[in-house]
């Protein structure tokens, strides 16, 4: 058998394996499935049966793409605030071991005014969330 022969028959034979073999049948209003298409579009899921699956199998609802980007400039938030504390902690053991660098003030008011303004952004994205 030439091999151009067998690789059309491999790919036939790949392609008889579903890769989701069960098959579910729904009913549903309208309403219901303009409902469903919508949450759909939301999400981050491939295609609506496997944003049904994942919502029948999850414990945890499938997340909104809203939501997801809420989460993720959370992190981000996050992430300044423990670079700022970074920086803030580093100037301070420079400071209070060597002696060296300088330990202005200002600057440690200003650095903490941006930790404290992050914090509340980050509180209005956990209450935005929360909804």
Same mark, same amino acid.
């Not at 504390?85 to 902690?89: A, E, I, R, V």
């Not at 003030?105 to 008011?109: G, I, L, S």
């Given at each position: 058998m030439p091999i151009d022969e !067998?690789? =059309?028959r491999q790919r036939r034979e790949?392609?008889?394996v579903k890769r989701y073999p069960a098959v579910i049948f729904i009913r549903a209003t309208a309403r219901e499935? !303009? !409902?469903i298409l919508a949450n759909f579009r939301a999400s981050a899921a491939t295609s609506v049966s496997r944003f049904l699956v994942l919502a029948g199998t999850q414990s945890v609802p499938v997340l909104p793409f809203e939501s997801r980007h809420l989460i993720q400039q959370a992190l981000?938030? +996050?992430h300044k605030?423990? +670079?700022n &504390?970074?920086? &803030? +902690?580093r100037a301070l053991n420079t400071f209070l071991v060597t002696g060296r660098g300088t330990l202005n003030? =200002? %600057?440690? %008011?200003l !650095?903490?005014?941006e930790v404290a303004k992050t914090l509340r952004t980050l509180r209005a994205l956990i209450d935005t969330l929360g909804r």
């Open positions: !067998a690789k =059309r790949s392609k008889k499935k !303009a !409902a981000f938030e +996050t605030i423990g +670079t &504390l970074n920086q &803030l +902690t003030h =200002r %600057d440690v %008011d !650095a903490a005014q």
